[in-house]
């Protein structure tokens, strides 16, 4: 498990990911040439209430590879 941190709405949080998806979502951001922080806050201000971060960024990353 790898930990990223990044600030979210002028808020430090953390998320906790394995280092494959890790890994994919810094492919997804070369690939859309943005920062990973930037997809990241994408995907929070997008995901349903209740859904934990580090969920809906796997979720994320699976629906970019099936794309």
């Known amino acids: 498990m790898k930990k990223i941190s990044i600030s979210l709405s002028g808020h430090q949080t953390s998320l906790s990911l394995e280092s494959e998806f890790v890994d994919a979502l810094h492919e997804i951001a070369m690939a859309r040439k943005q920062p ?27 629906k970019y590879y099936r794309k």
């Not at 990973?36 to 699976?62: F, M, P, Q, W």
């Open 36 to 62: 990973v922080a930037k997809i990241i806050d994408e995907i929070d201000e997008k995901r349903t209430i209740g859904t934990n971060l580090s969920s809906a960024v796997r979720i994320y990353i699976l």
